[in-house]
């Protein structure tokens, strides 16, 4: 039966023949554009002239969103193309819930978690998408993956090994040795294709691996013409390219991918309670004394990053966090005298990661050492040629994150003592927005008043506080990237 043109492409998606649906796929993305007239042929019911649902070339009837995620498993440049669509497909809620099923989401984080993979930055774009909904966020949270690679590699130094030990000679001085090696490869060979039980771990902690081993990958390697670029070399190279092996015979393989668009997703999942109580609780591996032992210690550290997707999904996941009022003590190393703080050492310490970006190196070099000696140890004596925060709404968000520590008495007192009004004084007298400069003006109120015997009493100033902040700054609001 004869078909539209726009509805026959369509069913080479599933073609059995690679190069057919890397072809179809290559035409069709160009569908998925908000403002394409055909964007619907990709998330309708489709029907052929007799009204008959479409069907493909086995017989079975064409979900078109669901053979486009079939694609994502398919040739570099046909997932190319196939994460593309489903990127531009994701800004419609319906089809974004249709996209991020359970097992979708689980081959996305186990590709993201994987150095090797090629295409993990447009993985990680989908991923920030789909978790700006809530049913996407919470079966994230849910979610436990395999602690081992989405790729399994056999290694090219014991298959040699291997194979070059069949034909040794008995007769050869060295036959003993080689035969000792030949058979150590052999065994490790059929160990690392023995299908073994592996560890689970959640799904946020194999994100964060991926998102710190991302860091140091300049953002322009990445982009898509660069990814389309690396597919072309590897196509072209084949085996020829020469691999790195470890000490194990494995390939060492370094990420391509920078992950930034994983601080989004960060930023997306804290906006649910349990989301946020992720990142404040320590890993079951880590050291409770350690900052890295909790996610937030994690991404902390990014606040000045050079890529602004990066530090702009932090500074959002940590204003998000930073509404959990009875994680303030575990999350500011206070200083000696604020009320609590010998008996809760914090082992992460936030204010820095905070403070830095608004502070002005030049500006700051005007301040009398003597104030200087309240900040931070990394706050004080920075290189002059340290700017502040260029982003406005990111500058914003930061003070934002101030007064959500204002909102415990620990957090008042504890920004007191260690010069946070030194930063905002400056930073208020160089600030052209007039919302920014108002959100000061609230933090520094916050900071001067005398504490009442009200606001002493714990558990009713916590409320009072927060009421009063959430009054005056309607802006304090969870942020979805």
Request: proline residues 5%.
């Amino acid at each position: 039966m004869s078909l539209p043109a726009s509805h026959e492409v369509l069913t080479f998606l599933a073609d059995p023949n690679p190069q057919v649906r890397q072809l179809a796929m290559s035409h069709i993305v160009g569908f998925s554009a908000k403002d394409s007239p055909s964007r619907s042929l990709l998330v309708d019911k489709l029907t052929d002239s007799e009204g008959k649902p479409l069907r493909i070339w086995d017989g079975s009837e064409l979900n078109v969103v669901e053979q486009i995620k079939e694609l994502c498993h398919d040739q570099p440049l046909t997932m190319h193309d196939a994460l593309s669509a489903l990127i531009n497909l994701s800004d419609s809620p319906s089809v974004a819930l249709r996209i991020g099923d359970e097992d979708f989401l689980r081959f996305l984080v186990a590709y993201i978690g994987d150095s090797v993979s090629l295409l993990a930055d447009l993985a990680c774009m989908l991923l920030s998408n789909l978790t700006k909904f809530e049913p996407v966020c919470a079966r994230l949270l849910n979610m436990e993956v395999e602690d081992r690679p989405f790729y399994s590699f056999l290694s090219p130094l014991d298959l040699q090994l291997s194979l070059s030990g069949m034909d040794a000679d008995p007769n050869d001085p060295d036959y003993e040795e080689r035969k000792r090696i030949t058979a150590e490869a052999t065994e490790r060979l059929s160990k690392s294709v023995r299908v073994t039980e592996a560890v689970k771990m959640p799904a946020l902690i194999k994100l964060l691996r991926a998102f710190e081993e991302g860091a140091s990958v300049e953002s322009s390697s990445a982009s898509a013409s660069n990814m389309r670029e690396r597919i072309a070399d590897t196509k072209r190279d084949g085996n020829e390219r020469p691999v790195d092996i470890n000490a194990q015979g494995r390939p060492e393989v370094r990420r391509k991918s920078n992950c930034n668009f994983l601080a989004s997703v960060f930023a997306n999942v804290t906006v649910l309670p349990r989301g946020r109580e992720f990142f404040v609780q320590p890993m079951v591996d880590g050291d409770k004394t350690s900052a890295e032992a909790y996610p937030v210690g994690r991404i902390m550290v990014y606040t000045e990053h050079a890529n602004l997707i990066r530090r702009g999904g932090v500074i959002s996941a940590l204003k998000n966090i930073l509404f959990i009022k009875h994680a303030h003590k575990m999350l500011l190393a206070s200083a000696p005298g604020v009320k609590g703080y010998e008996d809760h050492v914090a082992p992460v310490d936030v204010l820095p990661y905070v403070l830095m970006p608004l502070i002005d190196g030049k500006e700051l070099s005007k301040v009398d050492l003597e104030d200087q000696e309240d900040l931070p140890t990394v706050c004080q004596l920075v290189p002059e040629d340290k700017p502040r925060e260029p982003d406005t709404a990111l500058r914003m968000m930061l003070i934002e994150c101030l007064l959500l520590l204002c909102t415990s008495l620990y957090g008042r007192e504890s920004l007191r003592r260690r010069g946070v009004y030194i930063v905002v004084r400056e930073a208020h007298l160089a600030e052209h927005n007039e919302e920014i400069t108002e959100a000061i003006a609230r933090l520094v109120n916050l900071l001067k008043r005398e504490e009442s015997e009200a606001t002493q009493r714990e558990a009713e100033e916590d409320v009072e506080f927060a009421e009063e902040a959430e009054e005056d700054d309607e802006d304090l609001q969870l942020e979805v990237l």
